[in-house]
């Protein structure tokens, strides 16, 4: 028997295996490999070339696999891997990074009786594990949330922690090629005991590291809530620029911020950085999702796109975000399936439609958007023992029902915007943990 792609071994019989369900304008394909257990969650990812990574941690006794599936943008196998890993850490999801390469991140776990750990491996686009990191942080209370590739051969992560005198977080920049720490910086903000900081995004960009997100007050609740973005020197981890904005409430109380950390850091254009963060609307039972453009001098502007109510749609809102040229590409699961808006430079939703699977699918699926504004859905098949995933991608300029799916116009509405105001978020630099 030949293998054509890099794949699972069991015996003589190769890992991979393909069936098109449905080809048409879009192409949906049921991938499957062993291993892959039905009973067990996964993570999944849209790749930057519009592909899917797909992953699964299964233990067994006295170890653990990491299982990791990847197909092509046209929906053909690419490779398979299985991992070998401590049986005592909860690798738990996958990222991949401006560069491309795919990290395996675990969840925060205890490590010492007062301290969180995280580990991290680092799979290339061939996926063969490059690098593995581990770190121990005594003050940080969620383990690292959200990294990016700064210059070539390093990353960069943040974490939040929760401090007596308030939120703060933790930001690392790491050259994994020399095993060598770059800078580690931990800021806290001394101004309330009640601020709760989530992270939503890092980027690296004109030799700054940002970093950016939500803010919560967890006593006065949603009459202190905003967002914050710090821009830090790459080389040294100085701070260079903070703003924070508290976002406030129109007479009626209406709109709310949600304080799940949910929401994407992402570039812009040439000069600029896009914050997405939920923001639904209450009264009406809306999803939505808030676009907080930031240009190289930090001003922000601020356009609402707001789902106008629907109370029979249920799933969870997720502000989903990604940008190719200038034109910005959202996505808000939904029942079976969700709501597409194309955003162009001038602020205006350009496209919308409504996405549902013709074959019914989707209602456990995963969704993602690659760098060309594709939407990429995988959706879990149970056949028997056997996790199988069925993969649909579909094109940002797709404007007709085809064999897949069906298109249909979303009740998106461009609400005034929000009212902003400058908070007083007042960030000051703390020691710095080694990693361990």
């Not at 794949?7 to 069936?19: P, V």
């Not at 590739?149 to 990353?155: A, E, K, L, Y």
């Not at 609402?304 to 969870?316: A, K, P, R, V, Y």
């Not at 993969?391 to 116009?409: E, F, Q, R, S, Y």
Request: proline residues 4%; hydrophobic residues 40%.
């Amino acid at each position: 028997m030949q293998c054509i792609f890099l794949a699972f071994i069991i015996g003589n019989r190769c890992g991979l295996a393909q069936q098109v369900r449905c080809a048409d304008t879009v192409r949906t394909v049921l991938h499957t490999a062993p291993l892959f257990q039905p009973n067990l969650p996964f993570s999944s990812l849209a790749t930057k070339s519009g592909g899917a990574a797909i992953f699964q941690s299964v233990t067994s006794p006295g170890t653990k696999s990491l299982l990791l599936y990847k197909s092509d943008a046209s929906g053909n196998p690419d490779w398979a891997k299985k991992i070998t890993a401590a049986s005592s850490v909860p690798w738990d999801n996958l990222k991949q990074l401006d560069d491309g390469t795919i990290v395996i991140n675990s969840q925060a776990y205890r490590v010492l009786s007062q301290s969180l750990g995280s580990s991290h491996l680092l799979v290339d686009t061939g996926g063969d594990v490059i690098w593995q990191g581990d770190y121990t942080n005594q003050d940080q209370d969620s383990g690292i949330q959200v990294m990016n590739s700064g210059t070539t051969g390093t990353i960069i992560w943040a974490g939040t922690r929760l401090l007596s005198n308030g939120g703060g977080i933790t930001i690392q920049y790491f050259d994994y090629v020399n095993e060598a720490e770059l800078w580690r910086r931990n800021f806290g903000l001394n101004n309330s005991s009640f601020i709760q900081l989530f992270l939503c995004g890092v980027v690296y960009k004109n030799n700054q590291v940002y970093v950016a997100g939500v803010y919560l007050d967890t006593q006065s609740g949603a009459l202190n809530k905003g967002i914050w973005l710090l821009g830090l020197d790459a080389s040294t981890g100085t701070i260079l620029e903070a703003i924070s904005y508290q976002i406030a409430d129109p007479p009626d109380g209406s709109n709310s911020l949600l304080p799940t950390g949910t929401g994407r850091l992402m570039n812009g254009s040439a000069n600029g950085l896009v914050l997405s963060v939920e923001l639904p609307d209450q009264v009406t039972n809306a999803k939505g999702i808030a676009f907080f453009s930031m240009d190289g001098y930090l001003r922000i502007k601020h356009p609402t796109l707001c789902l106008s109510g629907n109370s029979g749609e249920s799933g969870s809102s997720s502000a989903l975000m990604n940008i190719a040229g200038d034109a910005l590409y959202s996505f808000i699961p939904a029942t079976g399936g969700g709501y597409f808006a194309a955003i162009d430079s001038g602020n205006n939703v350009s496209r919308q439609y409504k996405v549902t699977y013709s074959q019914g699918q989707g209602g456990n699926a995963a969704y993602d958007l690659a760098d060309n504004g594709s939407l990429v859905m995988v959706a879990p098949v149970v056949q028997g023992a056997q996790l199988s995933f069925e993969v649909t991608g579909i094109p940002p300029d797709l404007t007709t029902n085809d064999a897949c799916i069906n298109i249909t116009d979303t009740p998106f509405v461009q609400q005034d915007p929000v009212n902003i105001l400058p908070s007083s978020l007042q960030w000051i630099a703390q020691s710095s943990l080694p990693k361990t």
